[in-house]
């Protein structure tokens, strides 16, 4: 069973995305309507993100959920993906197991487990045995949809995911920080690095909470950064 790496494409992203989010932050502030402002936007880049930061950095969330933006992932754990689609402001199309027959299946190894020579081999050995048993079900008349409950969280999946840009934020203050498991924290940094490759701007606000609050809320921090209490 072949082991892939990660892949994550950007595979969507509107061409007009200050716009967008220009006219939305003007049209909160002006007496003129949105179709206005948007039809007579004459200001450069620069003046448009001046007024978004502006806007952003006061709260005022509702103004970048008006752009979209569309990610493709390959070689993604099962396990992984339980828990990207756990954020709720987010749309999924994933490969389906009743559907797709997962004979000699891809799968990811943790980090923790790959360091580990001994362990290494058992979990190749269980999953290898995995994969034979899985096939004997199928070719012994049991659906796919069946066969599939003996699939570890290890497999590997594919993935569409669509978000707006205030859960992109949300999804990496949660994601990156460093007390998430390993393969989500690579999966949404790939999704930050190819946002902040089109719209450098956004880089500030892709970042662990941590960072966007200045000290970690979580019960259990890493040290990073000072905790609320101190």
């Known amino acids: 069973m072949p082991k892939k790496s ?9 061409n007009n995305l200050l716009d967008v989010i220009y006219t939305a932050c003007r049209t909160c502030y002006s007496a003129d309507g949105a179709v206005d402002i948007y039809d007579k936007i004459t ?32 070689n993604i754990s099962r396990a992984a993906t339980h828990q990207l689609v756990r954020h709720r402001h987010m749309s999924f199309s994933q490969k ?5 027959k997962e004979a000699d299946f891809d799968y990811i190894v943790p980090t923790a487990i790959s360091a580990n020579k001994e ?11 995995t994969s034979k048993l ?12 069946d066969a599939r409950s003996i699939l570890p969280n290890a497999t590997a999946s594919s993935i569409v995911t669509s978000l707006n840009l205030r859960e992109l ?6 994601r990156l920080c460093t007390r998430a498991q390993f393969e989500i924290r690579m999966v949404v940094a790939k999704m930050c690095a ?28 890493c040290g990073r950064m000072k905790t609320k209490n101190g």
């Open 194 to 221: 190819l946002i902040t490759e089109k719209e450098p701007w956004l880089k500030e606000h892709l970042v662990p909470k941590c960072e966007r609050l200045g000290y970690c809320d979580e019960d259990n921090s």
């Open 169 to 174: 934020i949300h999804l990496a203050n949660l």
């Open 6 to 14: 990660l892949e994550v494409a950007l595979i969507a992203i509107p």
């Open 96 to 100: 389906s197991q009743r559907y797709v």
């Open 43 to 74: 200001d450069d880049n620069e003046k448009k993100l001046a007024l978004i930061k502006r806007i952003i950095s006061s709260g005022h969330y509702s103004t970048i959920e008006h752009v979209q933006v569309t990610f493709a992932i390959n």
């Open 119 to 129: 362990l290494l081999e058992k979990f190749e050995k269980h999953m290898e045995e």
């Open 134 to 145: 899985y096939a004997q079900l199928v070719d012994n008349g049991i659906k796919k949809e």
